[in-house]
């Protein structure tokens, strides 16, 4: 672990952003407060298809069935509205 003052940190930012990502742990610290620097995963899109996304509360037990079926009638109904 590689441990910087803020001052160290930002002479070197770009070389530390490159070791962090490489996996190194490196903390920056400034006074009495201390942060890590590390990879951020990259971001994925959270928008999935509408049945995935009811596959995926059911797994969650936070929807039952009839409360799927409940709302994929609404979600026909609005739509059918919407095409008319």
Known sequence: ???LTVQEASRN???LLHCA???EEITIQDGTST???QPVAAPTSNRV???E???QLQKQSRLTSALAESYL???KAE???QEN
């Open 1 to 3: 672990m590689k441990a």
């Open 13 to 15: 930012l770009s070389e």
């Open 21 to 23: 990502v490489a996996g």
């Open 35 to 37: 942060v890590l620097l």
């Open 49 to 51: 298809q509408g049945r």
């Open 53 to 55: 996304a009811l596959r």
């Open 73 to 75: 009638r609404e979600v």
């Open 79 to 81: 739509r059918l509205a």
